[in-house]
């Protein structure tokens, strides 16, 4: 039986922040609203659902193939691809190339990757600062956390935290409560970094193979710049992001903002497929791609499994679910939080790590019905509780401990396989449940009276009223 | 040890098993009639914050210089070697009252400071536009350099009325985008924007505050 | 959209939950299905669909207690189940789960014949009820399975629309879970706690003197909790609801 645990403890912590609460509630509910008003069509929906679904399952099923041929199509575009299959591996390719440029500055777009491979940390103690533009980003990093929802990073803080957040670190910066005067503070500052940074790393949303060009979605302008005006462009991605072809592309984009925050498309659509040609004024000289593998391909290799791979990191899972809109992502303490967090995490981390996750949720599949890719969400959270009981090796670092709640089971089935036992078992529930201590129902009863044992079974019931055994 | 990671990677996902063969469905994005395109382009853009000015192509420098009056914008940005930043040149030569014009003329790092403070607005073409979506389609490239959609608080594009798509699905097959892929290929759906602070929108984070987009008629 | 001629003879699966916490409500479904004049056999032998101990990750424990359940249903008749997470369970999970055993077959078949209560009033028995109670304002609760697995979501209130003395008044966040799911409400008590208490508030809000549901869990999770902070509303499955009212 799963003693209290990491995640049940920082849960507890979050939901007795009322403030908090209030703000994931608030947030989610506007992000779902937001969505269900971009898709009124109910048949249409499921129809482009479908499509992505089909996308990027097709992807993965020629994933190494695909991967080869944007490696190839890059390359010959002039981009630089580089294979990392750890997250350490994936800092020292980013310090090398780095190193090479003496790049002392870096100034990030967002990239969710990045926070795997915890670059920033990485780069400060090489002495190199990684500033974050995106806003929400660079809200988080003045506050020295980490980001508690994969779209919107600062989702938890109120306005006047972040107020005071601004007056407190930017010089000359009076306290002020105006969305519009904080923006403005923002863009003032992150200018200067843009146009002072030696180097500029992203995210890539989708890569394709079939043209060598990295997708990447925003609606700030800073991912265009930090692509754009250093002369050296870093993309950081996981090696699930590549799609076939081109025309994969439409659908997608018809799918991820709607899904992520209710908008028909982001303010930028920015498809990069070279460093700067000759001629051209602006633009990187160099552009290098890093494909990180950090346990995706041991995802891969487990066909139940490897539906967790079609994410598009929309966040349309975590702004639906009951659980993620009452705890917020911290709660988590992953990278991905949120349902998507819930299975992807321990398959990255392992089971040992993370596995508690994933039974964190009532299976009700919020999550999968909103989802673009159609992921199996709740199939695949009871896959991983089926593995961390019965480990098969298919996900890292299983290690079974509950020997109490094996045998709890054990005992169920004896019970439930013999009927004369069932019975027995009834007349014992009904005659005697209610005499039971309370301190046996105590986790029932935080909130609710224990159940009231009705005094005989239906079985009972339905024999003597004559509903007969056919 | 990069090479040890490539050929790891993917022999780990070749030892996979086999995925089932993918059926892709049937799915078309829906169509927007010709004469419908330009209002639905225009509606959508308009809903971002776009703002959207239908002009005479042969008076449009005149009323741009109208559209900008009152804006405060003293110099504007410019690419010298494009059809569009000539006719300008030409049209506002000697016009007092218009901006100044600056030419986006030498590389980035020859520019920077100009680029990045020096100007109030900037004036590019567009390869066409989604009405679906509401969204511009530009090709920077050596005429038209990518900074300047960019860079400047105000971007002003023009759209030729005709070349208004209606998916991008359609554009991109109609066009074969896959043939060749330039440097950079934009999709512009708007200014510049954000919800990261409680959710509140505000306009020019980073790129351009206003999107005023010319419609050739 | 599945069809079926009225039957005959119907099995009935009362669920473990109706076996000891709501009998009532399992007599009630079954003398609803008598008075149309259905036989209802309730077999003996069975016990439960196995579902708690698939969701903990006990498979083959699953798999055990669900192969008695194909033993005791063996006959091919229909299986009215009046409830939504176990219809789900032994309509969409059984299949899979006994995919590449000596069972798959039997388990399809089986699977075929599983109806949820209400769906199985509403489009097999076309049933026409005639309300016989005082005016009353009910709150509906789709259970997430019934939702989401099953997606029956309209027969319930079609049934208690029938009823012209019955007022469905709508809630606060009606699609979010109530915070059950199973075991969930014991591992992970807190968040539980807090989602009960959501839903509870809500339905106390919408002015409901009733909570109708189709599901057992659902109505000891939101009845506990309301019983607990002192409402006066009435949690009652779908079930015993329209045979109360229904029957003179």
Known sequence: MNSPTGFAQRAAVALSDKSLRANFRRAMDGLMEKRKAQFPDRQALEALRDKGAAIRANALSKLPDLLERLEANCTANGIQVHWAATVAEGNAIISEILGKHHARLVIKGKSMVSEEMHLNHHLQQQAIDAIESDLGEYIIQLAGETPSHIVMPCIHKNLDQIARLFADNIPDQAYTEDVDALTAAARRVLRERFAAADAGLSGVNFAVAETGTLVLIENEGNGRLSTTLPSLHIAVTGIEKVVESLSDIPPLLALLPRSATGQPITTYVNMISSPRRPGEKDGPTEVHLVLLDNGRSKVYADPHLRDTLRCIRCGACMNHCPVYGRVGGHAYDAVYPGPIGKILMPQLDGLEAKGDLAHASTLCGACAEVCPVKIPIPDILVHLREESVNPTGAVAHSHFSGTLERTIWSMWTMVNTSPKLYRLFLWGATRFGNLMPGRLFKRWTLVRTRPQFARASLHEQAASEGFGDG | MVKNARSSILARLRMAPESVGVIQPDWRPAVIAEPERQNRFTTMIEAAHGEVHPVESQVWPQRLLSILANRGIRRLLIAPAHPLGRALAEAWAGNPDAPELVPYDRCVEEMKDTLVHGIDAALTGTAGAIAETGSLVLRPGADEPRLMSLLAPIHIAVLEANAIHDTLTSMMASQHWNRAMPTNLLLISGPSKTADIEQTLAYGVHGPKELIVLIME | ?248
């Open chain 3, 1 to 248: 959209m599945r069809t079926l001629d009225k039957p005959e003879k119907v099995y009935f699966f009362g669920t473990c939950l109706m076996d000891t916490v709501y009998p009532e409500a399992g007599l009630a479904a079954m003398r609803l299905l008598k008075r149309e004049g259905i036989t209802v056999v309730f077999p003996q032998s069975q016990s439960c669909c196995g579902q708690p101990a698939r969701n903990s990750g006990y498979a083959p424990d699953a798999i055990e207690v669900a192969t008695r359940q194909l033993d005791a249903f063996s006959e091919n008749w229909p299986i009215v189940v009046a409830s939504g997470s176990c219809a789900g369970m032994m309509r969409h999970h059984y299949p899979k789960m006994f995919a590449g055993t000596n069972d798959e077959a039997r388990a399809a078949a089986f699977a075929d014949r599983i109806y949820e209560f209400s769906w199985f009033l509403v489009h097999v028995l076309k049933i026409d009820l005639r309300d016989h109670g005082e005016p009353i304002r009910v709150a509906f609760h789709t259970s997430c399975s019934s939702r989401r697995e099953m997606q029956i979501v309209d027969e319930p209130l079609r049934l208690l629309s029938q009823l012209s003395n019955v007022t469905i008044v709508p809630f606060a966040r009606e699609t979010e879970c109530c915070g059950f799911g199973g075991t969930f409400s014991i591992k992970q008590p807190d968040i539980s706690s807090a989602m009960a208490t959501d839903k509870m508030t809500a339905i106390v809000e919408s002015g409901a003197q009733a909570v109708v549901s189709g599901d057992c869990g659902c109505l000891m999770n939101i009845g506990g909790t309301l019983e607990k902070a002192g409402h006066p509303v009435r949690p009652v499955h779908l079930a015993q609801f329209l045979w109360e009212r229904s029957h003179e």
